[in-house]
């Protein structure tokens, strides 16, 4: 069993930067992909970003490529989405996931935790 609990959201204004965080317990983590999702209201919830347990491979939604990074550390449970440049339809919450194949994160498949989610809001 592992849980995700994100954290570093919050109420920005547009061009402003934020990380996110998401604290993973259980001594699993290093062996799963992870991934950020968002949804915002109205809309169904989509990939942002994915990372490889190794951090060798990423990868990222088109919307957010070139400003959001995501990364891991795996001695710390934790995988961080670094969002810079943010526009008003960022807005959302965001998820964390895990999922042992990195390849199937970007369709939404394959997910095996998720976290509750963090807000954040951009305005303009």
């Known amino acids: 069993q592992m849980q995700l609990v994100e954290s570093g959201g919050g109420l920005v204004q547009a061009g402003d930067s934020l990380r996110l965080s998401c604290a993973a317990s259980g001594r699993t983590f290093s062996t799963y992909a992870m991934g950020w999702f968002r949804q915002a209201p109205g809309k169904e919830r989509e990939f942002v970003a994915s990372?490889?347990?190794?951090?060798?491979?990423?990868g990222y939604a088109d919307s957010v490529k070139g400003r959001f990074t995501i990364s891991r550390d795996n001695a710390r449970n934790t995988v961080y989405l670094q969002m810079s440049s943010l526009k008003p339809e960022d807005t959302a919450v965001y998820y964390c996931?895990?999922?042992?194949?990195?390849?199937?994160?970007?369709?939404?498949?394959?997910?095996?935790?998720w976290g509750q989610g963090t807000q954040v809001t951009v305005s303009s």
């Open positions: 996931a895990a999922g042992m194949m990195f390849a199937n994160m970007m369709r939404q498949r394959g997910i095996d935790y």
């Open positions: 990372i490889t347990w190794s951090s060798r491979n990423t």
